[in-house]
């Protein structure tokens, strides 16, 4: 099996994690999307809520510019800067508020894909894999001969693999996210916290793949 040389995937990976970011506001990630529809019940109630708080949204605003108009006066019309400003309904003003406290920038997630849109991902993640398989002709050869020389083929084959899902799916739930959320999205924006995740998980990967060839 060949692969693509490094200086065309890396900054392929780079445009499409980093770009992903700068678009959606959201990191580019699996494992937690995989999360949610293990809780679907929840998930789904929580996607009914926000779309109710969004539909209330417009109803909120006018209700609030009312109750200030009723307050403070009404607002001088676009335009008409230069004229005397509207006399005030109560002449004691409050003290100002205090100023909010600044998210820091460049940190801060968008709202949570509904899980419509999540669903669309993990197909599509599924059927471009399925393509890739058909258009290089292996489909169905299963994980190669260094796997099934290592690992063993058929259902041991199929029990490895199991094994294998449940502890990544550990590890990432522990972790707060895989080797795409932590190792590509996180990485790529230079959080502490995916940097130090991303050493751990593939120096463990690496001490595992040397020990099981040594006992193969």
């Known amino acids: 099996m060949t692969y693509w040389p490094f ?5 392929a990976l780079a445009v499409l994690t980093v770009g992903y970011w700068i678009a959606l506001r959201r990191p580019l990630g699996v494992a937690g999307v995989l999360a949610r529809f293990s809780r679907i019940a929840e998930e789904a109630e929580f996607d009914r809520g926000a779309a109710v708080l969004q539909a209330e949204q417009a109803a909120l605003e006018a209700a609030m510019a009312q109750l200030t108009a009723e307050a403070f006066g009404e607002l001088a019309p676009a335009g008409t800067e230069g004229a005397a400003p509207l006399a005030p309904a109560s002449t004691e003003w409050p003290a100002p508020p205090p100023e909010p406290a600044k998210a820091p920038q460049g940190r ?3 709202p949570t894909p509904t899980l419509t849109v999540h669903a669309t991902f993990l197909v599509s993640l599924a059927l471009g894999g399925f393509v890739a398989a058909l258009v290089r002709g292996t489909f169905g050869e299963g994980m190669g001969k ?8 058929g259902p041991r084959s199929l029990l490895a693999l199991a094994a294998g899902g449940v502890l990544v799916g550990f590890g990432t739930s522990l972790c707060g996210g895989c080797s795409a959320g932590h190792g590509l999205t996180g990485c790529g924006r230079l959080m502490p916290g995916s940097l130090l995740a ?10 595992a793949s040397l020990l099981i060839g040594r006992l193969a």
Do not use: D, E, Q
């Open 146 to 153: 260094s796997f099934a020389a290592h690992l063993g083929a």
């Open 108 to 110: 801060v997630c968008a």
């Open 198 to 207: 991303t050493v751990v998980f593939f120096a463990s990967a690496v001490a």
């Open 7 to 11: 200086w065309i995937v890396a900054p």
